[in-house]
């Protein structure tokens, strides 16, 4: 799917800077990100590609509210994310975006429907619905069996499902991954490549994927890739 220019973006970029303090002992700022603007409709999967030490990551982490941009703005919707306070971006970023990185970073301590609950009980939705949606979510993506594992007893392709069981469990509007297949072998990241397009085709699930699989960005909508802290269409 390409970008249909009567298609409203849900995600608007524009002219976003990121710098870094030089290291000590050199004058000026290292500059990561030099004006990026780009937009993502609904239900699109955009890979954005590029040299290691890019921009790619902080661009992730920019989009996703992690991390504040040196200039430029992040639009949601029509709405300027950073004119928020840290608490209410936490609580949009709880709301309304989803994570997935290419090391897991589950809970160790608690189980598969456990760690999948944890963003809907962090909002406060009742224990009872939360676990009624996280083992409908843990089916979905294939794994419903393993609810009550916890992740040392998984596999590493059967984890990242979890993560993107976990990333989905508020509904957010965007799912961000970064790396996502880079922990995993070929047939794992095949299975992982094709989850995330059923969930965008089906449920119209918008996904911005930070990859250097190339088999994974050719099974994006577009590609962007980042040369000199600048966007490159594909």
Do not use: W
């Amino acid at each position: 799917m390409k970008k249909n220019p009567e298609t409203p973006s849900i995600i608007r970029v524009d002219h976003v800077t990121k710098t870094f303090a030089a290291a000590e002992g050199r004058d000026g700022k290292l500059f990561v990100l030099r004006g990026i603007t780009m937009e993502v409709a609904e239900g699109e999967i955009v890979a954005v590609v590029g040299a290691s030490g890019a921009g790619k990551s902080t661009l992730l982490h920019i989009i996703g509210t992690l991390d504040r941009p040196s200039a430029g703005r992040v639009y949601y919707d029509d709405h300027d994310v950073f004119r928020l306070s840290d608490d209410d971006l936490a609580r949009f970023r709880n709301n309304r975006v989803g994570f997935v990185f290419q090391f897991h970073h589950l809970l160790p301590e608690f189980t598969s429907l456990e760690n999948v609950m944890m963003p809907a009980l962090i909002k406060g939705a009742k224990p009872a619905a939360c676990r009624e949606r996280a083992l409908g979510l843990l089916d979905q993506v294939g794994i419903g069996g393993k609810a009550n594992a916890r992740p040392s007893e998984l596999a590493g392709g059967e984890q990242q499902r979890i993560a993107v069981a976990r990333a989905l469990m508020n509904e957010p509007a965007v799912v961000l991954a970064d790396e996502p297949t880079g922990n995993l072998d070929t047939t794992n990241a095949a299975a992982l490549h094709d989850l995330m397009r059923k969930l965008s085709r089906d449920q119209r699930q918008t996904f911005i994927v930070v990859t250097h699989n190339e088999t994974l960005a050719g099974m994006a909508d577009r590609v962007l890739r980042i040369r000199d802290g600048v966007i490159h269409a594909e």
